[in-house]
């Protein structure tokens, strides 16, 4: 079965720490760029981090620069999502998602430019 899965989401205190993996089953991600978003109650879709296929090339959304890393480890056929510092506004439901491209260009935070889904994970950051 063809499908990327989250987890690694959880309930933290602001300033905690919460590492995200995105596990593909039927595929091989290498030659993906991979992308994580974000749906916060009430809100769209945003987009958080890209890192290309082969490592060299990440995107971060601004609200998270300096605090998110993200990346990958393509023998294990998973991308990972280091969050530190956490705010309550980065909570939300956390998505990964396979770009149709390899590297992360322009749009590689824009949900258009990807084509395949997780399900999910919950972060809440509490105050």
């Known amino acids: 079965q063809v499908q990327l899965v989250e987890s690694g989401g959880d309930l933290v205190q602001t300033g905690g720490s919460l590492r995200l993996s995105c596990v593909a089953s039927g595929f091989t991600l290498d030659y993906y760029a991979i992308g994580w978003f974000r749906r916060a109650p009430g809100k769209e879709r945003e987009g958080v981090s890209c890192?290309?296929?082969?490592?060299?090339?990440?995107n971060y959304a601004d609200s998270v620069k300096g605090r998110f890393t993200i990346s990958r480890d393509n023998a294990k056929n998973t991308v990972y999502l280091q969050m530190n510092s956490l705010k309550p506004e980065d909570t939300a439901v956390y998505y990964c998602?396979?770009?149709?491209?390899?590297?992360?260009?322009?749009?590689?935070?824009?949900?258009?430019?990807?084509?395949?889904w997780g399900q999910g994970t919950q972060v809440t950051v509490s105050s």
């Open positions: 890192i290309s296929g082969d490592e060299r090339n990440t």
């Open positions: 998602a396979t770009s149709s491209w390899y590297a992360c260009g322009r749009g590689s935070l824009l949900p258009t430019e990807y084509n395949r």
